[in-house]
């Protein structure tokens, strides 16, 4: 079991940045791929990023070209770079965790942290 701990949310205008980080623990070597995951109110929840184990990162169409997925091994977390945000990227950001190799949709996981809060102003 892989527990997931977010944070690194907050209130930036727009054009401007923000690295979120993710932080595991447990079963690390379970970890097929971890992903970054962000819901707007009223919105589904939606990929946004994600790293498998092997390095393999991929991209939402929305944020491609700004947002950039990394790792630290050595610190076991996540991190999610994002530049020139925009209000559409108003959203409470999670991570999750793929430790069964079946997929890292949204509807891949049963549970979910408390997410942080990213608020993009005009």
């Known amino acids: 079991q892989v527990q997931v701990v977010e944070s690194g949310g907050g209130l930036v205008q727009a054009g401007g940045s923000l690295r979120l980080s993710c932080a595991a623990s447990?079963?690390?070597?379970?970890?097929?791929?971890m992903g970054w995951y962000r819901q707007a109110p009223g919105k589904q929840r939606e990929l946004v990023a994600v790293?498998?184990?092997?390095?393999?990162?991929n991209y939402a169409d929305s944020v491609k070209g700004r947002f950039t997925i990394s790792r630290d091994g050595a610190k076991n977390t996540v991190y999610l770079q994002m530049n020139s945000l925009k209000p559409e990227d108003t959203a409470v950001y999670y991570c999750?965790?793929?430790?069964?190799?079946?997929?890292?949709?949204?509807?891949?996981?049963?549970?979910w942290g408390q997410g942080t809060q990213v608020t993009v102003s005009s």
């Open positions: 999750n965790a793929d430790v069964t190799g079946w997929g890292y949709q949204p509807a891949d996981f049963d549970s």
């Open positions: 447990g079963n690390i070597a379970s970890i097929k791929a």
């Open positions: 790293i498998t184990s092997g390095g393999f990162t």
